[in-house]
């Protein structure tokens, strides 16, 4: 599922959005605030803050089916990666400090392209969050075009 | 405490992209980007569907979903709990929905991709604030438009009697009634949209032109619906910023259209008269949210005020003023001027510096041969409209219009001909040189 081009494309300043489905709920919303990408298996980890996403946390579970979307707001570049959660843990000090490092980079980033106030410091991170583990059992092209929708094929 | 509905406008924006979350029937969940999402009452929202087949195959298995909503200004994020209604293929909401998202994808180079297939309604059923640590502000608020002051900006229009105080009037009221400092008036004209008036820019740009439908005005024409962008890409705004030249301008024979270089938001309003779209009122400003939907309304007041007083205008004069040019004096006095007057687009230049083409350009050429000629120095309207040399429109010449946009692009380039309004239907010719006129043809 996930090729070099994708491991990288996640490594960058993309948007993160999962979404979580309770029996009989709506589906919930949280955003991600850094991934780390597995190198050796179709796995990642998602820091997410249960303070501001109280509702998609507590739907949070192993086994539970989970789907991720991230964007490139650059280039509209998006992709939606979907599976199973592995593992659910709170996150440590080294993914408490990727997260923080990912808010500084993409704030930057969206406040260069205009897209947020330059300085906003509209993201925040509580030292409350989990990292969710994802195995990945399929990719779908999101961004716009004629390939919306479609699987991702892997690139060799 | 739990927002209403309305009070999340600057959600409504299109500046940070919403999300919506659907889920199948088996639990499996889906997650995508919105376009556009947009308020329809107190208690419906439309979502647009361009590329959403999963989120439809979704709903209608699950009804149920989780639409994500960013504040454009203090990036405040807003969970909607939502329940599918139905969907609509055409109507205003439609039409009005798609022109934003063409203009919107036509201004990051995506003219045409993002197609708009249907709107998807919901009932809105919760709204949860998603926590925050920090209160974000943007710039101070911009006074916002009251009806009191868009009554004062249509009254001040209402009493001019001719195109270029109409014109006048209204951009400069939109200024001091509403704080919208930049803006421009564009009359259609044999299928392209000609600046007449313009306000708060540096260069005037009387005379510069678009393309029907060609980008966020050109649209607003085509569609016949307000265009209204908040958060300008800076891509976009570096294509706009480009610089031309005087030099281009000889080169091109094509005046540039104002620009403001910094802008983040630009409204476009269509003028209609009768149903039938006969310019557009456009406006930007370097602030970002600049014009929500009380401006909306305030410049759709205003436009349609100013076309139909431009449309009445132009139908009195076309009866008005005598037939007969009386006023004559002795050409000549004043350094020479070259003139060149190229018959294959009606183009026309002073010394080498181009001034204006088209029936603009036409009737110019046709003032000064008379003018040099005969020693006229007066014209009616009536009887430029009647002399067949011109081969102005049959139907619907503009003339007034034309002739205003003529008279402001010599006065904006200070060339030593001007023309001078006299009075209603006439004007005079004032030539401070010895025009020496040349036809260049092919």
């Known amino acids: 599922m996930l090729d070099d081009r994708l491991r990288r494309f996640l490594r960058g300043p993309v948007m993160q959005v999962l979404c979580v489905a309770g029996a009989g709920a709506p589906p919930r919303i949280g955003r991600g605030m850094g991934l780390i990408v597995a ?31 991230v964007c490139e707001v650059r280039t509209y570049e998006a992709y939606q990666l979907k599976g199973r959660i592995a593992l659910l843990r709170m996150a440590d000090g080294d993914q408490l400090d990727l997260a923080r490092r990912y808010i500084d980079e993409t704030g930057r980033m969206l406040a260069s392209i205009g897209v947020l106030p330059e300085g906003s410091g509209a993201w925040t991170m509580q030292p409350d969050a989990l990292v969710v583990s994802l195995d990945v059992h399929a990719v779908f092209v999101q961004t716009p075009g004629d390939s919306a929708g479609k699987a991702r094929q892997v690139q060799p | 405490m739990t927002p209403a509905l309305r009070e999340l406008s600057a959600c409504f924006e299109g500046i940070i992209p919403a999300l919506v979350a659907t889920a199948a029937a088996d639990g499996t969940p889906n997650v995508s980007y919105l376009s556009q999402v947009t ?28 639409v994500l909503l960013v504040d454009g200004c203090t990036c405040a994020q807003y969970l909607l709990g939502v329940r ?9 909401l439609f039409e009005r929905m798609a022109a934003q998202i063409e203009a919107g994808s036509a201004l990051v180079g995506m003219a045409g991709i993002m197609r708009l297939r249907r709107i998807d309604v919901f009932r809105v059923d919760s709204i949860e604030t998603v926590p925050f640590t920090v209160s974000l502000t943007d710039a101070p608020p911009r006074r916002r438009a009251s009806l009191e002051a868009v009554a004062r900006v249509v009254q001040a229009i209402g009493v001019q009697a001719d195109v270029g105080s109409i014109v006048d009037a209204t951009l400069r009221g939109l200024e001091a009634e509403l704080d919208i400092g930049h803006s421009l008036i564009l009359q259609l004209m044999h299928e392209r949209l000609v600046t007449v008036g313009s306000h708060g820019y540096p260069a005037g740009g009387i005379g510069s032109e678009v393309a029907v439908a060609e980008g966020l005005i050109g649209i607003a024409d085509k569609s016949a619906q307000v265009i209204r962008i908040n958060e300008l890409s800076r891509a976009f705004r570096f294509s706009q910023a480009v610089s031309g030249s005087a030099d281009d301008e000889n080169r091109s024979r094509s005046i540039r259209l104002p620009g403001l270089p910094d802008a983040l938001s630009q409204i476009a309003v269509p003028m209609l008269v009768h149903g039938q779209v006969q310019g557009v009122l456009f406006a930007e400003s370097a602030r970002r949210m600049a014009f929500d939907r009380d401006d909306e309304a305030a410049l759709v007041l205003v436009a349609s005020q100013a076309a139909a007083a431009i449309w009445l205008a132009e139908s009195l004069v076309a009866d008005d003023g005598a037939a007969t040019t009386p006023a004559s004096a002795q050409a000549g006095g004043g350094p020479g001027l070259k003139v060149q007057y190229y018959r294959v687009d009606d183009s026309i230049f002073f010394d080498g510096d181009y001034v204006i083409k088209g029936i603009a350009g036409r009737l110019l050429y046709y003032m000064l041969e008379q003018y040099v000629t005969a020693g006229t120095v007066e014209f009616s ?62």
């Open chain 1, 39 to 69: 190198d050796d298996r179709d796995r990642i980890d998602i820091v997410i803050s249960r303070w501001q996403w109280p509702g998609a946390c507590a739907l949070l579970a192993d086994g539970v089916p989970l789907a991720l979307t």
């Open chain 2, 39 to 66: 308020l329809i009452d107190d208690d419906h929202i439309g979502l647009t569907n361009q590329f959403l087949t999963k989120t439809s195959a979704n709903l209608a298995e699950n009804p149920q979903a989780t």
């Open chain 2, 84 to 92: 599918y209604v139905r969907y609509e293929e055409s109507g205003a």
């Open chain 2, 381 to 442: 309207n009536r009887a430029l409209r009647l002399d067949t040399s011109l081969r102005l429109p049959e139907f619907k010449t503009n003339l007034e219009t034309r002739l205003l946009l003529l008279r402001r692009r010599l006065d904006e380039k200070q060339f030593p001909v001007r023309l001078i309004q006299l009075g209603r239907g006439r004007l005079g010719i004032d030539c401070r040189c010895t025009p020496e006129l040349s036809v260049i043809e092919g």
